[in-house]
């Protein structure tokens, strides 16, 4: 059990290591916690992860098997991104599927995606068991179908009564398997893919002096370029929208349906503008190369210290 590995990334420390100075996975990174409202320095290593994230509970199955598949998949990753960031180009054919597929899990692979999963979850299975006790003999029969298929649990006896008052008054709690979620994931990411190489991909450079790309746990970011906001929400597959996604302090991704694709050096107020949707969507830390970062608010640019003061 020794080498099963628990500490899990859903955040790869290759890619994390091309925010700070050193560019390598033990080096320096500025992380700046909007929920426990603080700032300090620490290693890839130590961040955009969290145990038994990717565990899996299948009998026959070590529990850290999805850990290492996402693994042996990074490993083709990190050169393709390391040659993006030494030659400043997008690459082409197979290289440009593996960017996208790594697109596509860094946008689907995430805690705050999870979390939304499972409340969704939650609340179907919630109104589910509401219709369940509406009556009587709709329960009864619930219960006769469920001891056909599954006669090795032993239910409790429970009256219908007591059933209703503990479902009618939420007194009961809904937990999810390890690796459930996980495989939503991945059935999400079957789904998203099409879309990401319909887009036009767009390398943005940082202008030398200019300022330099953040990062975040949730780096992956999809905006509306239209005014106002379709009451449906946006996704992937929406045209008029813009994803864009840190690639290393110097580089970043934009992709649009609306083409054509660039290669475009950009400046202050676009690489601003790139660091405020990073922030605006993360969903607890920022990470750079150290706290002198700039992003674009209403009023005009701001820094960490306003960022940590504003909330």
């Not at 002198?292 to 960490?304: H, I, K, R, V």
Request: aromatic share 8%; with cysteine.
């Amino acid at each position: 059990m020794s080498n099963v590995s628990r500490h899990h990334h859903y955040v790869p420390q290759f890619y994390l290591a091309g925010f700070n100075e050193s560019g390598e996975k033990n080096g320096s990174l500025c992380v700046t916690d909007l929920v426990e409202e603080k700032c300090f320095v620490t290693s890839p290593k130590k961040v955009g992860a969290k145990r038994d994230f990717n565990r899996v509970d299948v009998p026959g199955v070590k529990m850290d098997a999805l850990e290492k598949a996402f693994s042996r998949f990074e490993t083709e990753v990190a050169p393709v991104l390391a040659q993006v960031i030494e030659d400043r180009e997008l690459p082409k054919n197979e290289d440009m599927s593996i960017l996208l597929n790594f697109v596509a899990l860094l946008g689907m692979r995430n805690p705050q995606i999870r979390s939304n999963f499972a409340e969704a979850e939650r609340e179907v299975l919630r109104k589910m068991a509401h219709l369940m006790v509406g009556d009587k003999e709709r329960w009864e029969a619930v219960l006769e179908q469920f001891r056909e298929e599954n006669s090795e649990i032993d239910l409790p006896e429970v009256s219908y009564e007591k059933m209703k008052e503990i479902v009618q008054e939420e007194r009961y709690e809904i937990e999810f398997k390890h690796g459930h979620h996980s495989a939503l994931e991945l059935d999400a990411l079957d789904a998203v893919l099409p879309y990401l190489f319909e887009r036009k991909w767009s390398l943005l450079i940082a202008r030398e002096g200019e300022g330099k790309f953040i990062c975040s746990d949730r780096p992956v970011v999809l905006n509306s370029k239209g005014e106002g906001k379709s009451p449906y929400g946006v996704g992937l597959g929406t045209p008029n929208t813009e994803l864009t996604m840190p690639l290393s302090k110097c580089l970043a991704l934009l992709a649009t349906f609306e083409g054509p694709p660039r290669k475009v050096r950009v400046d202050r107020f676009v690489i601003g503008a790139v660091n405020s949707r990073v922030i605006g969507s993360c969903n607890r830390q920022v990470y750079a190369e150290s706290e002198d970062f700039e992003y674009l608010a209403e009023d005009g640019f701001s820094g960490q210290s306003e960022l940590l003061n504003n909330l």
